[in-house]
């Protein structure tokens, strides 16, 4: 059962994207409160508008999804993607011409 827990096939990675509109200071509000959501919910930063976290099962990920979903906002873009641990695995991460070295999954949210 253990074994079963830990398969790089069962653990997955929700990724959320998003684009929201910035130009008056309520939208702004808007973008910060949900920015704030997904850091409370669990979620790091990737990239200034990715942001994803670390489930234990497609079950836990499918919590996390609801709540984003509660707290989507009017207007701009969202986008959610799950994936394996063993996919989000075979990601190439660069900064400038260098490859990144990884470190395991605990520790792996410290690079971002």
Request: glycine share 4%; aromatic share 12%.
């Amino acid at each position: 059962m253990k074994a079963d827990r830990l398969n790089a096939y069962r653990i997955m990675w929700v990724l959320v994207f998003f684009d929201l509109p910035t130009e008056t200071k309520k939208e702004r509000k808007i973008y910060a409160d949900f920015r704030k959501k997904l850091l409370a919910d669990g979620f790091s930063m990737f990239q200034f508008s990715i942001y994803l976290r670390h489930c234990a099962s497609m079950e836990n990920a499918d919590v996390h999804i609801k709540r984003v979903k509660k707290s989507l906002p009017e207007k701009g873009h969202v986008g959610i993607l799950t994936i394996t641990d063993k996919q989000f695995g075979m990601m190439e991460i660069y900064f400038g011409p260098k490859l990144a070295e990884l470190p395991n999954i605990p520790q792996q949210l410290e690079l971002f």
